[in-house]
């Protein structure tokens, strides 16, 4: 909205006064924890607070946006550096929980070394690199809204961090045992270098999105990519269970020492009605992508209404299938009991779990090859006899899971609002050039960024591992995330691309982004695997 | 715009009729064609990371999860190895080539920028610029509002030029302008990148060493991978390597020598190289031993259970005090009385084994004891078992030898050997790749990306109300919004002064 682009404030050292705030304000909150000890609030708490401030935030300048209040756009601004700020602050407290952590254990133990600081810097699982990539995207955010007529992009950009915060619940915040390798001084550099470029990788990603709204790209077109989105979700969760049989099978965990994380266990309880309500979902958003193809392709007024009723369906479904899955999770009390009877009435659930424990063992091609079924049922029988009334259920288990079915219903959300009254919001987005500017400016820093990121991380690995580059899943990651953010920057200079065609290019390399960030921890084999 | 930007559209237009060698070098050149190229790299990268690499640990189970119809079919179009296939390479180096002749092609109209700045220009083209404003001087000649101008621009950085022609005095201020230059220092260092990084691999290899304390050997290593077969090949080194001290630095004491329990391996080894002579190195994690082209670092353990140093009780069977005393692995000690006690060997699950001669049954530390040989002053060297724990004098291994009651009091946890893993790189074409070319690049893209060239004109001539006019234009080729600010001040300084002199200018 060019009434927006008319409040065109200087940026004076001020403009950074919230920004520098939040940063001083986390570290009096770390001398605090420092002077108090772990009677101090934890770091898991603060994390909480920076999501309820995020979310909060997030929903003023929603507010803001269809019922235009300075209150509401003030209230979501320092909402916004609240939760930047709760978010740093938890980081901080973390690094210190971590050196009492070992200190602890080393002491007991009669070891008096004193190992440096950085040893103990939380960047040392997913856990806690969500904790700096939601901070990079905070605080990515506060400074690109240092000017007025780029609040909004607070709407769009803090639900993702928030969902990133989420996914770190989920993951939970045990310490790990740092393997030496990544005692280094190139880890707080590598990884504090990945945490902000795939923060303003994020707002890149936002401000894309804010782009196609006011480009007037209809919104059942977002629709389409959101719903099969959601399809892609429901899917693949519980081991592509969904659609093929009608079940959702929750993992379990087996205890592991006192404050470590719990193992993994090769088998998965079915939780009851969750697989049925998944599956409906599935089916609304199937039909939301019909309908919205029809109106779109052949014009048709009457698909396009049925589409926006399914819509809501699926809303609907996929609140009630994730309260099913989470309630399913938490109540369930006779995991022993309910997982005997699931595996009496499907014994092919024991070659499964034996298979995946057999291709744990790292064993050889002609070891696996000689490996019968019969052999591989036996292990996960042993399994069961030696574990079985240990096993329980967390929604920690399936983290990833969890939260892609929480993005996919954001996702969803989102779609349906932009839908309610298109216009009155569009009117009051920045304009087009402004955000096309900003875009490039997000995509240049995204840019640069993941360039810092593959250098530190090269030189790293050339001191660890003796060679620099070894195409390890998330190096590759990594390096086709850069190569389309170069890709971006090119195409706007050589074919002019700019606007709708560039904000494509920004959605695509923040989605490589999001797949190197977490789908090589957990779908794809290689030496980072811990993170 | 960017200089690129401008520079791709100062482009001359091939015609069909120029020769074909050309028109391909114009292809080749252009950045539609090298985006195309970074399209199939992430193409191809893809394809690496879903289908898992021969290298990778966990292959061979994925392997023979395939079904024959995909290993087929993988494996004949070298997906299985994709990042060294032929086609791979291929695509690198064309995108080299295509940097290196995009460079050439267009490093012409960026060093116009430097060397023939654009000092005027026409009323309707500084109108065109992305920032413009027409202001209305009253009562100053266009010489001496053109003097103000130019203090202003100096006063915000800007170097300024005047030009007068024909009564019109354009004020040219710029700063940043070898930002133009730019991206080809960035296209430079990734070429460093690229060439250092290829030369590394093309002269180099990788191979690892055991090192078990006291062991001599002048091989290493080679290892190459084929699918599902890891072969190895042995590598004379110029020099022999003896491995003189391992350790583990563990969190827990306590605990296991697993990884998760570890702070760090280091490695002590004796190079000794009949060139240079003898020296002495430690291979700690993260912190490499380059010698001559060869770099040595930590790769893994042979984890089971051993001593790095040993404390030994001695009850002395004719009464008196209880002697303690440390060994290091390998190493021995002689007693206040001339017993010569030497430390060689280390089980940590003690058991017998089936030809009834001492073994581990594990490789924890369950029943761990050190195997000494014993020397009494005047006796025969004899074999003692020293145990952590107690054990009756009538059990044949714990009873008493040559003259003392033999108990292992504590002990250093160690490995039974570390894995080094070596990088051969002659030329030390990676270092040079990644510090000199990252590093550059990593400085190039920061001076590309947050250093702009910004251009401002204030084309100033006499009015006929015996005031002046000023035309001020200016652009920026990257970030906008930061120049916006600026112009908006350099017009608020023109405009801002006029109202101090009262005498009504307007924007």
Not at chain 2, 240 to 262: A, H
Request: with cysteine; charged share 20%; hydrophobic share 45%.
């Amino acid at each position: 909205m060019e009434e927006l682009d008319r409040l065109e404030e200087r940026v004076t050292w001020q403009s950074y006064l919230p920004t520098i705030m939040v940063i001083v304000g986390s570290f009096a909150m770390l001398g605090l924890r420092m002077q108090m000890g772990d009677a101090f609030i934890n770091d898991g708490a603060l994390m909480m607070i920076a999501l309820a401030c995020y979310i909060l935030a997030a929903l003023f300048q929603l507010t803001n946006l269809y019922a235009p209040s300075s209150m509401a756009e003030k209230i979501g601004f320092f909402g916004a550096a609240l939760g930047v700020f709760f978010n740093l602050s938890s980081w901080l407290v973390r690094w210190v929980s971590a050196y009492d952590h070992e200190i602890a254990i080393m002491r007991d133990s009669g070891n008096m070394e004193n190992p440096w600081v950085f040893r103990y810097i939380p960047f040392a699982n997913l856990y806690d690199l969500s904790l700096a990539f939601a901070f990079g995207a905070g605080v990515a955010t506060l400074l690109f809204a240092q000017r007025r007529k780029f609040r909004i992009l607070t709407a769009f950009t803090l639900p993702l961090a928030a969902l990133i915060l989420t996914l770190a619940r989920f993951i939970g915040n045990e310490f790990i045992d740092l393997p030496p390798v990544l005692d280094s001084y190139w880890r707080p550099i590598h990884v504090g270098v990945a945490s902000l470029s795939y923060g303003v990788a994020l707002v890149c990603f936002g401000v894309a999105v804010i782009y196609l709204l006011k480009d007037r790209v209809k919104v059942e077109a977002m629709a389409i990519w959101s719903s099969i989105f959601g399809i892609a979700v429901i899917a693949t969760v519980s081991k592509f269970s969904v659609f093929t049989e009608f079940v959702y099978r929750a993992g379990l965990f087996v205890p592991n020492e006192i404050g470590k994380k719990p193992f993994s266990a090769p088998f998965r309880l079915e939780l009851p009605f969750a697989g049925p309500a998944l599956a409906v979902s599935g089916v609304l958003l199937a039909g939301v992508i019909v309908a919205f193809l029809i109106y779109i392709y052949q014009h048709n007024e009457k698909a396009r209404g049925i589409g926006h009723v399914l819509l809501k369906f699926a809303l609907i479904a996929q609140i009630v299938s994730i309260g099913i899955v989470v309630y399913g999770i938490k109540a369930e009390t006779n995991t022993q009991a309910r997982l005997q009877a699931q595996l009496a009435a499907d014994t092919g659930q024991y070659v499964t779990a034996g298979m995946a424990m057999a291709e744990n063992q790292d064993l050889s091609v002609n070891e696996l090859r000689q490996m019968t079924a019969k052999q591989q049922e036996q292990m996960g029988r042993s399994y069961i006899q030696a574990n079985g009334d240990k096993l329980y259920t967390s929604l920690n288990t399936n983290p990833v899971e969890v939260a892609s079915l929480i993005t996919a219903l954001v996702g969803t959300f989102f779609v349906m609002m932009f839908a309610f009254r298109t216009d009155k919001i569009v009117d009051r987005l920045p304009s087009l050039d402004s955000l096309d500017s900003l875009m490039y400016k997000t995509a240049c820093l995204a840019f640069a960024g993941l360039a810092m990121l593959l250098i530190t991380g090269a030189i790293w690995a050339n001191e660890s591992w003796g060679r620099p580059w070894g195409f390890d899943s998330k190096e590759t990651g990594a390096l086709v995330a850069w190569l389309t953010y170069a890709a971006f920057i090119h195409t706007r200079i050589a074919r002019g691309w700019k606007g709708r065609s560039s904000a494509y290019f920004a959605i695509i390399g923040f989605l490589l982004v999001i797949f190197t960030y977490l789908g090589v921890s957990y779908l794809l084999k290689g030496l980072h695997s811990y993170a | 715009m960017s200089a690129s930007e401008e520079t791709i559209k100062s482009r001359a237009v091939v015609r069909p009729s120029a020769p074909i060698v050309n028109r391909a070098l114009d292809q080749i050149s252009s950045v539609r064609v090298g985006v195309v190229t970074l399209v199939i790299l992430v193409i191809l990268s893809m394809s690496g990371m879903l289908i898992l690499q021969q290298n990778v640990q966990g292959f061979d189970a994925y392997y023979v999860s395939l079904t024959p119809a995909e290993r087929l079919v993988f494996g004949s179009l070298g997906l299985f190895d994709v990042y060294h296939s032929w086609y791979f390479q291929l695509t690198l180096l064309f995108l080299s080539l295509n940097i290196v002749l995009a460079s050439i092609d267009r490093f012409p109209s960026a060093w116009s920028y430097i060397a023939r700045p654009k000092v005027k220009g026409s009323r309707g083209w500084l109108l065109g610029r992305p920032e413009n404003e027409i202001v209305e001087v009253a009562g100053r000649s266009a010489e001496a509002e053109a003097a103000e101008i130019e203090s202003k621009f100096r006063a915000s950085g800007l170097k300024t030029t005047v030009t007068n022609e024909n009564g019109s005095i354009t004020v040219f201020g710029e700063r940043g302008r070898i930002n133009r230059l730019g991206a080809y220092v960035v296209h430079v260092f990734l070429l460093t990148l690229f060439l250092g990084h290829f030369v590394s691999l093309t002269t180099g290899f990788d191979a690892d060493v055991r090192m078990i304390p006291g062991s001599v050997t002048d091989e290493i290593q080679m290892i190459e991978f084929n699918l599902d077969k890891k072969e190895k090949f042995n590598v004379k080194l110029p020099f022999s390597i003896e491995c003189t001290d391992i350790q583990q630095r563990l969190i827990d004491s306590r605990g296991t020598i697993d990884v998760t329990n570890t702070m760090d391996w280091r490695t002590q080894m004796k190079i000794n190289d009949p060139q240079y002579g003898e020296m002495i190195a430690d291979v700690s994690m993260n912190r490499p031993v380059n010698y001559r082209g060869y770099r040595f670092f930590q790769a893994q353990t042979i984890p089971v259970g051993n001593a790095r140093e040993i404390t030994l009780e001695l009850t002395p069977q004719a009464g008196g005090e209880v002697i303690t005393t440390k060994i290091n692995r390998n190493g021995g000690t002689t007693l206040a009385d001339g017993t010569k006690v030497d430390y060689t060997e280390f089980m940590p699950d003690f058991t017998f084994g089936g030809d009834g001669q001492p073994d581990t049954r594990t490789g924890e530390y369950n029943n761990p004891v050190a195997i000494l040989n014993v020397t009494p002053p005047g006796g025969e060297r004899q074999r003692v078992f020293a145990f952590a724990q107690k054990l009756a004098d009538n059990v044949p291994v714990g009873a008493p030898k040559a003259g003392y009651k033999w108990r292992l009091a504590a002990f250093e946890k160690s490995p039974l050997a570390h894995v080094l893993s070596i990088k051969y790189d002659p030329f030390n074409a990676s270092i040079i790749a990644w510090y000199v070319g990252g590093f550059g690049l990593i400085g190039a893209l920061g001076f590309v990306f947050f250093i702009s060239h910004r251009r401002v004109w204030a084309q100033v001539t006499d009015s006929e109300n015996g005031g002046s006019e000023v035309v001020l234009a200016g652009e920026a080729n990257r970030n906008q919004a930061a120049f916006g600010d600026l112009f908006k001040k350099l017009s608020e300084q023109i405009r801002g002064e006029e109202r101090g002199n009262n005498d009504g200018r307007t924007g």
